[in-house]
């Protein structure tokens, strides 16, 4: 069974953002770093080259394949900043809704700029995400 290529690493987190090309990119990477630390109760790691996580879990599909996993995140990428949250949580299409300029994917929220969306929406959503994922995976910690 193939092995997870995204686990989490000792890279500096702060050197990490700093290396951001785009300031306003770079900036808004520092925003969502503290609301997530803050909201989570964890500290930010890096997870692969260029993810930013918070906590983790332990999971495993019908088929066998299992892994470790953020339980949150974010990426800077260069084309917008991907928030990673949880999918399937009630009430997270009438957040979205609510959110201001953002594209989706199952569980990435893309946005070009942190100024295009609404913050109180999105730290609801990364408390919900948050909640879900304590239901559905306990904390261990």
């Known amino acids: 069974m193939a092995e997870n290529k995204t686990k989490p690493t000792q890279v500096s987190v702060a050197e990490f953002i700093e290396a951001v090309p785009n300031a306003q990119r770079r900036e808004d990477a ?6 997530m630390e803050r909201l989570s109760g964890y500290p930010p790691v890096m997870w692969g080259p260029s993810i930013v ?35 399937g949580y009630k ?6 809704a609510r959110l201001g300029k953002h594209k989706t994917g199952v569980s990435c ?5 942190l100024s295009d969306a609404d913050e109180t929406v999105l730290e609801e959503m990364v408390r919900d995400s948050l909640a879900y994922m304590d239901e559905k995976y306990p904390r261990s910690d």
Request: proline share 2%; hydrophobic share 35%; with cysteine.
């Open 30 to 35: 520092k925003r969502v770093c503290a609301m």
């Open 53 to 87: 996580g918070f906590g983790s879990y332990h999971y495993r599909y019908q088929s066998g394949r299992e892994g470790d996993a953020a339980r949150i995140g974010f990426s800077p990428r260069s084309t917008s900043l991907v928030l990673y949250l949880a999918d």
């Open 91 to 96: 009430g997270k299409e009438a957040q979205l």
């Open 109 to 113: 929220l893309y946005i070009n700029k």
